[in-house]
T-cell receptor
Framework: AQSVTQPDIHITVSEGASLELRCNYS??????LFWYVQSPGQGLQLLLK??????LVQGIKGFEAEFKRSQSSFNLRKPSVHWSDAAEYFC?????????????FGQGTTLQVKP | DSGVTQTPKHLITATGQRVTLRCSPR?????VYWYQQSLDQGLQFLIQ???????AKGNILERFSAQQFPDLHSELNLSSLELGDSALYFC?????????????FGPGTRLTVL
C-alpha cells in the first residue's frame, strides 16, 4: 500500500534562511507526488506537483521540489524563507490503482519562522 | 479562493446527533472528494464521487455517508456522532476522475462534538 512519511513534525527556521522539508514515499510504480500548504484556518493550497519528466519541479511562492527515485524522496526546498511561509506543509501521493484520484497524505510538517 | 465552497464553516453538536456537511465544487469540476483531518489520524481520504457516482471509498465509517447531486454539489452525512468525530472536514474537486491535474480544496468545515 502507498504511504507517505514526513519525518519532521515541526521545523523552525530564521527568516531569510534556506528551508528543506523532507518527504519519503512508498509506492510501486512512478508516483504522482504533491506538496500542499495549509495556513491557519485555511484550506489546502497546491504548491507543486510531479507526474513525470524533469525531476526538479518549480512551484508557486518560490518553492521547488526534487524527485529522487533511488531515495524514494520528494523534498521541498526554498532558498530564502519569508515570515509568511509559516504554515503546515503536507506531502501527498496519488493513488496507483483503480480509476480514482484520491490522495494519501503525510502527517504534515509545521514550519515556524523566526524573525 | 479555490472556488470550492463548504458550509457551514463551524458546527457544534452533541454526541448521538446527525449532521450534514455541504460542498459545492468549482464550476465544471465533476469529481468531489471528502477528507477528514484530525489530530490523531491526520488527513485521511473518505470518499470520492464522479458525476454523481461513487468512485472510491477510503476509511469512511459506516455511520458516515455521502452523495453527489445532479447539480454536482455533494453532501457528507455523519450520524450517531461520537467525540472522536470532531475534526476538520475538507471537500476537494477536480475536473477529471483521477484529479492529477489538481484537486482544489475548500476551506473546510470544523465539526466539534461535545
Amino acid at each position: 500500500a502507498q504511504s507517505v512519511t514526513q519525518p519532521d513534525i515541526h521545523i523552525t527556521v530564521s527568516e531569510g534562511a534556506s528551508l528543506e522539508l523532507r518527504c519519503n514515499y512508498s509506492y510501486g510504480a512512478t508516483p504522482y507526488l504533491f506538496w500542499y500548504v495549509q495556513s491557519p484556518g485555511q484550506g489546502l493550497q497546491l504548491l507543486l506537483k510531479y507526474f513525470s519528466g524533469d525531476t526538479l519541479v518549480q512551484g508557486i511562492k518560490g518553492f521547488e521540489a526534487e524527485f529522487k527515485r533511488s531515495q524514494s524522496s520528494f523534498n521541498l526546498r526554498k532558498p530564502s524563507v519569508h515570515w509568511s511561509d509559516a504554515a503546515e506543509y503536507f506531502c501527498a501521493v496519488g493513488e496507483e490503482s483503480g480509476n480514482t484520484g484520491k490522495l494519501i497524505f503525510g502527517q504534515g510538517t509545521t514550519l515556524q519562522v523566526k524573525p | 479562493d479555490s472556488g470550492v465552497t463548504q458550509t457551514p464553516k463551524h458546527l457544534i453538536t452533541a454526541t448521538g446527533q446527525r449532521v450534514t456537511l455541504r460542498c459545492s465544487p468549482r464550476s465544471g469540476d465533476l469529481s468531489v472528494y471528502w477528507y477528514q483531518q484530525s489530530l490523531d489520524q491526520g488527513l485521511q481520504f473518505l470518499i470520492q464521487y464522479y458525476n454523481g457516482e461513487e468512485r472510491a471509498k477510503g476509511n469512511i465509517l459506516e455511520r458516515f455517508s455521502a452523495q453527489q447531486f445532479p447539480d454536482l454539489h455533494s453532501e457528507l452525512n455523519l450520524s450517531s456522532l461520537e467525540l472522536g468525530d470532531s475534526a476538520l472536514y475538507f471537500c476537494a474537486s477536480s475536473v477529471t476522475v483521477r484529479g492529477y491535474n489538481e484537486q482544489f480544496f475548500g476551506p473546510g468545515t470544523r465539526l466539534t462534538v461535545l
